[in-house]
Nanobody, 127 residues
Framework: QVQLVESGGGLVQAGGSLRLSCAAS???????MGWFRQAPGKEREFVAA????????NYADSVKGRFTINRDNSKNTVYLQMNSLKPEDTAVYYC?????????????????????WGQGTQVTVSS
């Protein structure tokens, strides 16, 4: 059973930065990882994803150039660096994991491709 614990959320002013962390209870060296978010009254949406090796990444258009996903397999942790935050980034952010292939470099973009989820961390951006 893979357990994921997010941290690093909080309240920040527009234009500020936050770094979210997602710590896994297992070695993540065989898992593709992703970040999703859900704003009040909206469906959960894809934010960013990273392949098993970290060599491939993908971002939602709304966060490209502002957010960066990376991973430290030695610490079993994935990060989401969020810069130039906007009020519309306000949401609960979720980390997700799914077994992947080191060889193919696949990144998973759909929430339905992930089996394991964290409990979420709140990010609030004030204007």
């Amino acid at each position: 059973q893979v357990q994921l614990v997010e941290s690093g959320g909080g309240l920040v002013q527009a234009g500020g930065s936050l770094r979210l962390s997602c710590a896994a209870s297992v070695r993540i060296s065989n898992y593709a990882m992703g970040w999703f978010r859900q704003a009040p009254g909206k469906e959960r949406e894809f934010v960013a994803a990273i392949s098993v090796s970290g060599g491939s990444t993908n971002y939602a258009d709304s966060v490209k150039g502002r957010f960066t996903i990376n991973r430290d397999n030695s610490k079993n942790t994935v990060y989401l660096q969020m810069n130039s935050l906007k009020p519309e980034d306000t949401a609960v952010y979720y980390c997700a994991a799914e077994q992947g292939s080191w060889a193919t470099g696949t990144v998973y973009l759909s929430e339905y491709e992930y089996r394991y989820w964290g409990q979420g961390t709140q990010v609030t951006v004030s204007s």
